[in-house]
């Protein structure tokens, strides 16, 4: 599939976040023009289901809603050099190959019990040097981390963001300060 | 730009609007002069021209991150702490005006109206007599033509205008000045102050005097400026105007007299001398846009290009009278350049007092002004260091796991971690001939003058300096039970610290110095220099205050002189 196809699903991918209110609407997830990194449609769709089973949507957004597998994909492509960009590439085929070994099947088609147990086994090497299929997946959640936390969302409903304090209390009981 | 009627013609010609430039254009405009300011880069008006001011984090794309195709092109630049996504338009990036590097030199600079004063650290300690008779005391560069009491009427006139907030401390090695009032020390700050205050006498922990408007006074509102507001996004552009910069103050104070006009993309080439007269008599210009060579004439010239390119101009302003640079006769044009050490840190953490924390935000920190070598000679290395000082608790977050699990963790109330102290050592180094600014004899920029060379690095006594600083900053954070200590150097090139310094040194003798006591070119008096480049010797304390005051007194002295009708 070229880009221009991997492109357009995920226009469609994001069209189904719409019931989200508007402000929690991130401004970067309709604008994925890769430069450096080539994607397949599948390799996105992954992408984005591993950022859903980090942090999934429930009764309050996750990372899908935030957008977080398509500012994932453009901040590889866009502030990686391109040797940690070939890490993540193969790193990511690694981790497909992996599945397709273990459960003769996509991550996208697997259970979420699947799902579970495939990134229970990966947490627990996280530790492991010179894995790849760890080292994409510890790339991929930082980013699904940094994309949630630095999100709208989560800057304006969770942990409020305050861009003018107005003050300064150089001391105060743990319990009177604003996160 | 550039056309015929242009007026050539003014009453004083100030090269550069940043942290020194503003200055002189304010006094020039206030006391009646037709002041040309002519800055190299573009306008920035304030509030206008501060495209991310009120941006919140998210709205980023790259989060603040630099993407790695400028990183890649800009080495240098990328260096510095504040080059992010959020102010990197106010630097110059490496390839806009290149140098020459003989030694590794990391040379930040800004280039428009307002300089780099948009995006300084807004520290403004007083330098005190220990900083002006050092030279003389320890035996080298040359005696500063001045002492503290010249200067210190000028630091107050400064700091009320511009607005520095502060304590008054008593310290013999900081003096005190006119303040604002200050912000609180954090928990720990203030335990730490009580901690060395029991040990040593000579030892002071402080809050950091800083130009944050946090009390305006009637100056600062007539300036139209108000009440910092504690965003800690200063580098961007204050939309209150809570701290200095020229753009809020200087500039447009100048701008009101209708004596200012301030001229964009204007690249000096050099500064006019007319051998008859024996002075100079204007200035040579290249428009940026056009590439167009114009000249433009004031009976008197001031030179705020910021330290190295204030060096480039008058080493490049040659004549039959000056082969070698205006006013060069000494020969020491560009050398004697110094600089502040900045490689060495010492952090920790402390587990005391978790029940506390801070609330908001605060523009500065604590400091520990300077404590060796100050009232004699005792150690093996000269001068000595001051340093910034925090303690700080940030919050604590697991992010183990997947899934509901992690998430319900990343929704919950935060857990806040220990308290993480650090001091930044800010070394004096020692202005030596071996470190110097001279042209490339072949290369040349885009504006055909030619490319700066510099050849500076540390010595022996900055090495030295690094290893008393770690061990006494050790002793201390023990004593005051910290843990985790940790020392780190961080080997960086000089000029990441910013605060270049020297080249056009004053001095009482013009066969070893450049200007006399009144920042005058010893051998044409109509030219002043009041920027970096007219250091003698680089103290621990930031430099900029310093550098509006020395601007603010000789351009009242400049006036006067004109009056009398001796320039």
């Known amino acids: ?62 990372a899908k809603d935030v957008g977080a597998h398509l500012f994932a994909l453009m901040m590889i492509d866009e502030c990686y050099q391109p040797d940690e960009q070939k890490k993540f590439m193969s790193g990511m085929e690694a981790f497909q190959n992996l599945t397709k070994k273990k459960f003769d099947k996509s991550f996208s088609k697997l259970t979420p019990q699947q799902r579970t147990e495939l990134l229970t086994e990966l947490e627990a090497k996280k530790d492991e040097k010179d894995n790849e299929v760890v080292a994409f997946y510890k790339v991929a959640k930082g980013m699904t981390l940094q994309a949630f936390t630095g999100s709208q969302y989560y800057l304006t409903k969770v942990r409020v963001y305050e861009m003018a304090p107005g003050r300064f209390h150089g001391c105060v009981p743990v319990k009177a300060a604003k996160a | 730009m550039g056309n015929n009627n242009e007026n050539r013609q003014f009453d004083a010609i100030v090269i550069g609007s940043g942290m020194s430039g503003g200055w002189a254009a304010k006094e020039f405009c206030e006391k009646g002069l037709k002041t040309l300011v002519l800055e190299r880069g573009r306008d920035v008006k304030h509030l206008k021209d501060y495209p991310t001011t009120n941006m919140n984090p998210w709205e980023f794309k790259h ?196 004596n200012l006009t301030l001229r964009t993309h204007s690249v000096v080439h050099s500064i006019i001398y007319d051998d008859q007269k024996q002075k100079a008599t204007g200035v040579r210009v290249v428009d940026a846009n056009t590439k167009e060579t114009l000249e433009f004439f004031a009976p008197v010239i001031f030179v705020n290009a910021a330290a190295y390119n204030t060096n480039l101009i008058l080493l490049n302003s040659t004549s039959n009278r000056f082969p070698n640079g205006l006013g060069n006769d000494s020969g020491v044009l560009g050398k004697y350049v110094a600089f502040h050490n900045y490689r060495a840190r010492v952090s920790a953490k402390y587990d005391g007092m978790l029940d506390s924390i801070t609330d908001g935000r605060r523009p500065t920190s604590a400091y520990i002004p300077r ?163 007219s250091m003698t010797s680089t103290s621990t304390q930031n430099p900029s205050l310093t550098y509006m005051a020395f601007t603010a007194r000789a351009a009242n002295y400049a006036v006067e002189q004109l009056k009398k009708g001796t320039l």
């Open chain 1, 1 to 62: 599939m070229n880009r221009r196809t991997a492109l357009k699903n995920c226009f469609i991918v994001t069209a189904g976040v719409a019931f989200i209110p508007s402000c929690m609407q991130e401004k970067s997830k309709s604008s994925l023009l890769l430069k450096n990194i080539k994607i397949s449609s599948e390799q996105e769709q992954l992408m984005a289901d591993l950022s859903d089973t980090i942090i999934p949507t429930t009764d309050t957004p996750g």
């Open chain 2, 63 to 258: 989060r603040g991150r630099i993407p790695y195709e400028i990183e890649k092109d800009n080495p240098v630049i990328s260096k510095c702490y504040a080059f992010k996504e959020d102010a990197m338009h106010f630097f110059v990036k490496d390839n806009e005006h290149p140098y020459v590097q003989e030694k590794p030199f990391d040379w930040i600079r800004g280039y428009q109206v307002g300089g780099k004063s948009i995006m300084w650290a807004r520290q403004t300690q007083r330098w005190s007599n220990f900083d002006f008779e050092g030279p003389a005391r320890d035996g080298f560069a040359v005696d500063w033509p001045i002492r503290y009491n010249d200067i210190a009427d000028w630091y107050s006139y400064v700091e009320k205008f511009a607005g520095i907030s502060g304590n008054k401390d008593g310290i013999d090695t900081l003096p005190d000045g006119e303040f604002l009032p200050a912000d609180d020390l954090t928990c720990v700050e203030t335990y730490f102050k009580e901690q060395v205050a029991k040990k040593y006498t000579d030892r002071h922990v402080i809050y950091a005097r800083c130009a944050h408007l946090t009390k305006p006074n009637d100056i600062h509102l007539q300036q139209g400026r108000g009440q910092c507001q504690k965003r800690n996004l200063c580098q961007r552009g204050c939309p209150f105007g809570g701290y200095y910069n020229s753009n809020s103050t200087t500039i447009p104070w100048a701008e009101k007299t209708g």
């Open chain 2, 371 to 533: 404590f060796r070598n100050v009232y004699k000679q005792e150690t093996d290395f000269l001068r000595g260091y001051a340093m910034t000082f925090s303690a700080s608790r940030g919050t604590k977050q697991n992010n183990d796991g997947f899934g509901n699990d992690l998430k319900t963790k990343l929704l919950a109330e935060p857990e806040f971690g220990p308290w993480y102290v650090g001091a930044g050592m800010m070394g004096e180094t020692i202005p030596k001939e071996t470190n110097f600014v001279t042209l490339d004899p072949v290369k040349k920029d885009e504006w055909g003058i030619p490319l700066l060379k510099i050849s500076i690095d540390y010595d022996d006594n900055d090495e030295k300096m690094i290893q008393d600083f770690f061990k006494e900053l050790t002793t201390m954070f023990t004593d005051a039970g910290f843990i985790d200590i940790k020392t780190s150097d961080s080997k960086q090139a000089p000029g990441l610290d910013i605060h270049e310094m020297g080249g056009v040194r004053m001095g009482n003798d013009p066969k070893t110095s450049m200007l006399n006591k009144w920042h005058q070119l010893h051998a044409c008096k109509n030219v002043f220099v009041t920027d970096g480049a």
